[in-house]
């Protein structure tokens, strides 16, 4: 089992910026690949990010790939969001996950593709 707890969000301004944070615990991190999602109300959840396990590639959605900087510290068992010019439609709650990774591989881009989870950081973004 994996343990996930993300930290970092919070209220912030539009142009703002936020970086969410994710302690893991429990295997090896850097056995693991990483991503980032998103839930706002009423809507389904959103792929944002993923890392490969040596974190030595990335994949970032279309959406956010211009602002949002995925990025992990195998030493420090953490993966970080780097979220900058934020918008008001970036209001959500924000979810980090993790997956065995045998292949340091960025094609983990569905919810499905991730058996663990995070509880969740809300980001709230003011205009």
């Known amino acids: 089992q994996v343990q996930l707890v993300e930290s970092g969000g919070g209220l912030v301004q539009a142009g703002g910026s936020l970086r969410l944070s994710c302690a893991a615990s429990?295997?090896?991190?850097?056995?693991?690949?990483m991503g980032w999602f998103r839930q706002a109300p009423g809507k389904e959840r959103e792929f944002l990010a993923t890392?490969?396990?040596?974190?030595?590639?990335?994949y970032h959605a279309d959406s956010v790939k211009d602002r949002f900087t995925i990025s992990r510290d195998n030493a420090k068992n953490a993966v970080y969001l780097q979220m900058n010019s934020l918008k008001p439609e970036d209001t959500a709650d924000y979810y980090c996950?993790?997956?065995?990774?045998?292949?340091?591989?960025?094609?983990?881009?569905?919810?499905?593709?991730?058996?663990?989870w995070g509880q969740g950081t809300q980001v709230t973004v003011s205009s």
């Open positions: 996950a993790a997956v065995r990774d045998f292949f340091s591989s960025t094609n983990y881009r569905k919810q499905y593709d991730y058996p663990y």
């Open positions: 429990g295997r090896t991190f850097s056995d693991y690949a």
């Open positions: 890392i490969a396990k040596n974190g030595g590639s990335t």
